[in-house]
């Protein structure tokens, strides 16, 4: 197995508080990997360095092995590693075949096309459609996103990362905020996410957790605190101790 | 449906966005027939079509990309006197006077500096923007007023010769060649605007205003795109000075001045930011308040302006074509298709 993302030694200081700690992490092409940790763990900070929404204090980061530590956002993004946001950002006055018309184009490099209107490239269209269908949003493909429910919105965060055709794709929790009802919508797509994309899924969520992941990385206080199966990481007491409550281990 | 079916739908649905509508027809239509109706304010509606095209320009990049510009009057200022300095050197002959000559040299100018001062905008808050683009505006204005050998200062620029449009057509002192003139090249504008709004470049712009944050993660290059609506509108801006300048025969101070941009973004406001038709709409509906509100209180028509523009701002998102909009959505939902997502500002 090759290695897709790694980072060596990376951190990120807030003034004295240090949020990621001398992470040194290794993900490997079409990798299940979850993130867990508790409440302030930097997990979030985490996913916003690997996608350079944030930038390292030190340490380095590969994408197949190359050197992407001070690439933007958009050059990582452009070069495989597409994400999705704990928070929904998405184009709340477009629609969600608009956004994805969008998504595709940029990852054609015909986003900036001035002539041709939008919806004259067939291929285009039908792959949105396809996608949109995949991840059960063909009836709304047309309302304005900032009209459709909360779980619809989560499930499009995730369609446009796919748009990118990405062969990293960190997930910030998919399900959060997510009512009861659609969650196990979002439990399914995630599950049918095409296997040769390496996940990492940040998540609160045990049960999606110990139902996805094949190895899962713990991090307590910026630092990596642990990395195993999902069955080492359930049984192991200092987890149990640091994070995890009888609760959740009662599941595996 | 099958998938095929529904590309075949949707499609459909992206494309009708594009196609024009028959409201449009009839606008431009309308427009045209104004020539007849009022043969006494050309010069008035001429105006209107100018200051349209100068709103036009803001929408680009306000009411798409979502950047607060209070500078677009610079723009319209450079395009002014480029226009009218060839004008007068020229002395009524071609190359140098001639009208369309004269148009394309005002939008390179004016986009050559928009391209310029376009990287000042990139970053920052709206206020920074806002205060950014008054800046280089300020900064401007006051350059046409210190180059009095160039400009000719607070007097205006004198002796300003355009030579007939095409070699043919000779501005008249009713303003009738000026309409033409002026509804002409604003169409050829609106066109091009709405072609390059109305393919990918205008999606992504629209993107970048949605949520600067998610373009980027999808790869768009965000910097790209806002130097380029930035570019586009300054070099549009430019072809309205040069348009108001070769019309009047005529550049001033006032013609770069502060005010200009304002009433540009207020006429953008009170139209409706985000539907291309804004500006236009807006221009009318403005000008023609300024004109009858003047005659009945000719010191306080601002005032009752100003309720206007408060009332629209407060009450209806998007101007007097979000009304529409809210209205047609309300009374005829399936008049002209599902409610557009172009949003308002």
């Known amino acids: ?252 | 449906m099958s998938t095929s079916e529904l590309t075949h739908d949707m499609q459909k649905t992206l494309l009708k966005g594009a196609r024009w509508q028959w409201p449009e027809i009839l606008f431009w239509l309308a427009l045209a027939s104004l020539y007849l109706l009022f043969p006494s304010k050309l010069s008035l509606l001429s105006e209107i079509l100018i200051l349209g095209l100068l709103a036009l320009s803001i929408d680009l990049v306000l009411g798409f990309a979502g950047v607060v510009t209070l500078g677009q009057g610079a723009f319209f200022g450079l395009g002014a006197y480029t226009a009218a300095l060839m004008g007068k050197w020229g002395m009524g002959t071609a190359p140098l006077s001639d009208p369309l000559i004269g148009l394309v040299c005002a939008a390179l100018v004016s986009g050559l500096v928009g391209f310029a001062t376009s990287f000042l905008v990139l970053r920052g808050s709206d206020l920074t923007r806002l205060m950014v683009t008054l800046g280089v505006a300020l900064m401007i204005e006051e350059l046409a007023n210190k180059l009095k050998w160039l400009t000719g200062g607070s007097d205006g620029l004198q002796g300003v010769l355009i030579a007939p449009i095409l070699g043919n057509w000779d501005f008249d002192i009713f303003g009738k060649v000026s309409f033409v003139y002026c509804y002409v090249v604003v169409f050829v504008m609106f066109v091009i605007a709405r072609q390059f709004m109305k393919a990918p470049f205008g999606l992504s712009l629209q993107a970048i205003k949605g949520n600067a944050l998610r373009a980027r993660a999808i790869g768009l290059p965000v910097n790209e795109r806002l130097v380029m609506v930035y570019t586009i509108a300054a070099m549009m801006a430019g072809v309205a000075g040069a348009l108001l300048a070769q019309t009047t025969q005529f550049a001033s101070l006032d013609m770069v001045a502060f005010h200009r941009s304002a009433d540009g973004l207020l006429i953008l406001i009170f139209g409706g930011a985000g539907y291309l038709y804004g500006g236009l709409i807006g221009a009318f509906v403005f000008r023609v308040m300024q004109d009858v509100l003047g005659n009945i209180t000719p010191q306080y028509w601002q005032f009752w302006l100003g309720i206007v523009l408060l009332l629209l701002v407060l009450f209806v998102r998007g101007g007097l074509l979000g009304l529409l909009r809210n209205m047609r959505d309300r009374y005829a939902p399936n008049l002209m298709g599902p409610p557009s997502s172009s949003g308002s500002a």
């Open chain 1, 1 to 252: 197995m090759s290695i897709v993302l790694e980072t060596k030694n990376l951190s990120k200081a807030f003034g004295g508080l240090k949020a990621t700690d001398n992470v040194s992490f290794q993900l490997q092409a079409g990798a299940r990997h979850a993130l867990i940790g508790p409440n302030g763990a930097g997990k979030t900070t985490f996913v916003n360095l690997l996608s350079g929404v944030l930038q390292a204090s030190s340490g380095s980061i590969f994408l197949d092995g190359q050197d992407i530590t001070k690439w933007s956002v958009r050059r990582r993004a452009i070069s495989g590693l597409a994400r999705t946001f704990q928070i929904n950002q998405l184009f709340v006055d477009l629609t969600p075949l608009q956004t994805l018309m969008i998504a595709i184009a940029e990852r054609e490099s015909s986003g900036g096309h001035l002539l041709r209107p939008v919806g004259s490239r067939a291929d285009h269209v039908e792959e949105s459609v396809e996608l949109l269908t995949r991840l059960g949003l063909s009836d709304v493909m047309t309302q304005r996103v900032g009209s459709l429910p909360y779980g619809r919105q989560r499930l499009l965060e995730i369609a446009v990362a796919l748009a990118a055709r990405p062969r990293v794709l960190l997930l910030d929790e998919p399900a959060a905020g997510v009512p009861e009802s659609e969650r196990g919508q979002i439990l399914d797509v995630v599950d049918a996410l095409p296997k040769d994309v390496a996940l990492v899924l940040i998540e609160h969520d045990m049960d999606l957790v110990f139902r996805f992941a094949k190895s899962i990385s713990v991090l307590v206080n910026g630092a990596l605190f642990m990395e195993g199966t999902p069955s080492q990481i359930a049984n192991d007491p200092r987890v149990r101790q640091v994070y995890l409550g009888e609760e959740a281990i009662a599941h595996v």
